[in-house]
């Protein structure tokens, strides 16, 4: 086992986070120019009240760049909003690629913003991994195989920080050649927002 300058192991408490958490906020390459481009909740909502709501909220795409812009909203289906689904290597409002991807261990690692990276990078590195209860969606324990074996511990953590460095750069040459569209959205679990909340 790795310790931390000899005073034991690296720990790592999972809170229950799920990924909606870092969805405020998504880096993705720009359909204008290739560069990079953010998607973020449009400007003048109210306050969250649970990270959940950020699949539902409207969203614009925005580059400064070229000043490429799109606007999303959720679709409406049976009386309720249609969650945005989660995961994969395209954003789940605009379907574009995410910018901050890059090749580790055969696959493709990706974040969506510098935050999630910052959160990645703390599981992965942690050497004792001590898990909560009771969370149905926490995005640790979801997390693929190979990013949580030891084996695979430094590439990924070199690849965490490609991702780190890329979040910085926004120029259509600076784009990973692992963020391209590749059609990979996760299936569909059919969330929807009532009034009362989400269900």
């Known amino acids: 086992m790795d310790f931390e300058q000899g005073t ?20 993705v390459v720009c359909p204008g120019c290739g560069g990079r481009a953010d998607v973020a909740e449009r400007p003048g909502l109210p306050a969250l009240r649970y990270y959940s709501e950020l ?13 490429a812009n799109a606007e999303w909203k959720a ?18 409002f605009f379907l574009r ?10 696959r493709v690692l990706w974040a969506y913003n510098g935050e999630h990276v910052d959160a990645l990078a703390a599981y992965v590195a942690a050497t004792l991994r001590e898990g909560g209860t009771g ?8 997390l693929p195989r190979w990013m949580k074996e030891s084996r695979h511990r ?19 040459a600076d784009r990973s050649d692992a963020a391209h569209e590749r059609g990979d959205r996760p299936r569909p679990y059919g969330a929807r927002y009532y009034r009362g909340g989400p269900y």
Not at 16 to 23: C, H, K, Q, S, Y
Not at 97 to 106: G, N
């Open 135 to 142: 969370f149905t969606r926490a995005m640790f324990p979801r």
């Open 8 to 27: 034991g192991p690296v720990r790592h408490l999972d809170q229950g986070e799920w990924l909606a958490r870092f969805a405020d906020r998504i880096l």
């Open 97 to 106: 690629p995410l910018w901050l991807q890059t090749r580790c261990a055969s």
């Open 75 to 92: 679709a409406v289906r049976d009386g309720g909003l249609v969650a945005a689904q989660l995961g994969g290597t395209e954003d789940p």
């Open 55 to 67: 699949l539902f909220r409207p969203r614009r795409l925005t580059c400064a760049a070229c000043g």
């Open 154 to 172: 430094a590439e990924v953590l070199a690849g965490l920080e490609r991702l780190r460095a890329l979040a910085e750069r926004t120029a259509p």
